[in-house]
Nanobody, 125 residues
Framework: QVQLVESGGGLVQAGGSLRLSCAAS????????MGWFRQAPGKEREFVAA????????YYADSVKGRFTISRDNAKNTVHLQMNSLNPEDTAVYYC??????????????????WGPGTQVTVSS
């Protein structure tokens, strides 16, 4: 069983920044692939970013590439998502997720075993 808790969401003006954090339980956190997904009202959940255990391999959705940065601190069982140059289209509930098997397809939501409850990010224009 892995428990995830996101934090750092909130309301920000367009052009601003937020940093999301996700704290995970589990003794083998460092071996997991960690991902961020988001779901806007009336839309399907979509991939945002993912990071492999070493931190050297990262993956981003085209819509956030160059603006968002995913990182992890294995000593603290934490993964972060730094979000810069936010725009209203980034408004969504952001979810942290863990893929214990470290699959070959980190962009696919079905690869992830556990999900956090989500944190709301709202970007005003």
């Amino acid at each position: 069983q892995v428990q995830l808790v996101e934090s750092g969401g909130g309301l920000v003006q367009a052009g601003g920044s937020l940093r999301l954090s996700c704290a995970a339980s589990g003794r083998t956190f460092s071996s997991y692939v960690m991902g961020w997904f988001r779901q806007a009202p009336g839309k399907e959940r979509e991939f945002v970013a993912a990071i492999r255990r070493s931190g050297g391999d990262t993956y981003y959705a085209d819509s956030v590439k160059g603006r968002f940065t995913i990182s992890r601190d294995n000593a603290k069982n934490t993964v972060h998502l730094q979000m810069n140059s936010l725009n209203p289209e980034d408004t969504a509930v952001y979810y942290c997720a863990v893929d214990r098997a470290a699959s070959m397809f980190p962009r696919e939501s079905y690869e992830y075993d556990y999900w956090g409850p989500g944190t709301q990010v709202t970007v005003s224009s």
